[in-house]
């Protein structure tokens, strides 16, 4: 039985050794992590690194196929779609590219969480969207439709509804992407208040070195499925790993060839 002062500091995500693959080939080779209650934790990584794939696992859209990811202390892999449900209404998503539905206002968008898992009344509802909208400087937009905002504007609706549900656990998912510089940073500090207000975790998947520098707490470094370091933003600077100073500086990496295993792959299922 676990004391109250364990509770208290129990992560809100623990990721053990975690292994997934697509067919023959592994994606996450043994990732260990924590994620701390109210920290900012940015997983980045160049293409093809597996931070996306690490996010979906988070979220419990895939099941690993060895270790086990914990969200609040609870062993995902244990989880029934009733438990999963409860579980995910304390959990907000950001999602790259917005995710709102075209049909839908923003108003209606904001809104739709609270219709499908409470049962509050559609006053009540209005509201806290309208609240919701307000923390993310979109007040008086919930008239119009995704097609009339902005990129930026797309971005800040979805955070509000992601937000709506007064979450305890918060994703994001490449955050800063197409947005212009200016926009960018607003969105950074943004993310950064929103964490002091709501004392939420926050876990944000992205490539972009200098958003990943302003918002993180800690920085886990994904290379090939690896971790290659997880620390402070002055940690990951001052690292002497090679691959995480290509990845700092952009500095391409030669991948050498073997020719007979190149040979092997152009001639496999030929007769």
């Known amino acids: 039985m676990q004391t109250q002062a364990q509770t208290a500091t129990q992560p809100v995500i623990e990721v053990e050794e975690l292994v997934t693959c697509y067919g023959q080939q592994k994606i996450l080779d043994?990732?260990?992590?924590?994620?701390?209650?109210?920290?900012?934790?940015?997983i980045m990584g160049g293409s093809g690194s597996g931070k996306s794939t690490l996010l979906r696992y988070m979220l419990g859209l895939h099941h690993p196929d060895s270790g086990c990811i914990r969200l609040f202390g609870r062993d995902t892999r244990t989880l029934g779609g009733r438990e999963w449900t409860e579980l995910r209404k304390k959990i907000g998503v950001s999602f790259q590219g917005g995710a709102l539905f075209n049909s839908m206002t923003v108003g209606e968008n904001v809104c739709m969480p609270l219709r499908e898992h409470t049962r509050l009344d559609e006053n009540t509802i209005r509201i806290m969207s309208r609240?919701?909208?307000?923390?993310?400087?979109?007040?008086?937009?919930?008239?119009?439709?995704?097609?009339?905002?902005?990129g930026g504007m797309i971005k800040r609706a979805a955070l509000a509804r992601a937000l709506v549900m007064d979450p305890k656990l918060l994703f994001f998912d490449e955050p800063s992407a197409g947005l212009d510089p200016v926009v960018a940073a607003d969105l950074d500090k943004l993310i950064l208040r929103i964490r002091d207000a709501m004392q939420v975790a926050i876990v944000v998947v992205t490539h972009e070195l200098e958003s990943a520098f302003k918002i993180a707490d800690r920085i886990t470094v994904l290379d090939r499925g690896?971790?290659?370091?997880?620390?402070?933003?002055?940690?990951?600077?001052?690292?002497?790993?090679?691959?995480?100073?290509?990845?700092?500086?952009?500095?391409?990496?030669?991948?050498?060839?073997d020719a007979e295993q190149y040979l092997q792959r152009l001639t496999e299922g030929a007769d």
């Open 30 to 42: 043994r990732v260990s992590l924590n994620v701390e209650d109210g920290e900012i934790m940015v």
């Open 226 to 257: 690896n971790i290659l370091m997880t620390g402070s933003v002055d940690e990951i600077r001052n690292s002497d790993n090679r691959r995480i100073r290509n990845l700092l500086t952009r500095t391409s990496e030669d991948v050498p060839v």
């Open 131 to 150: 609240m919701k909208l307000e923390v993310v400087n979109m007040a008086g937009y919930e008239n119009l439709m995704p097609a009339q905002l902005s």
